[in-house]
């Protein structure tokens, strides 16, 4: 086998691993490296008179993340059951498990109209955490402290 068809195989198995981690971290809490807000109903039939939603935001975690999307959460109305997060490094993965009281879980139109303004109010707040993060300066300094040698390399000893 030579050089480039080794590489095209390597290059197409690497692809492949690519697509299988995506599939399979769908529905785990590991950020990944691109902003995303998925939003789902997610309907047990337990009560005929609530209905719930099943959230997710991943994107760069900012102090105000957390606080932005509860004020989200009660603007629409909607009772946090349940939430999970993951960061890794510095990105965050938010996990919502939401419900709306009072609302017929077989009214499909009006579950859509309430998915539809789940997105686009966590979209917002997506797009203010890629702004703030696109403009503001980076506030976070290494841990480990520049080694700083104070004798000459380039003199040798004697």
Known sequence: MDKAALLAEVVSHVKQLK???????????????TDEVRVESHNEGDTEETFSFRASICCEYTPELLSELRQVLNSLHLNMVNAEISTLGSRVKVFVFTSKKSMNADNPEACQVIVNSIHRALSTILDKVSASAEYSPRTTLP??????????SSSSSS
């Open 19 to 33: 697509k299988t981690a995506t599939e399979t971290s769908k529905d785990l809490l590991v950020p990944m490296d």
């Open 143 to 152: 841990n480990k402290r520049q080694r700083i040698s104070f004798f000459n």
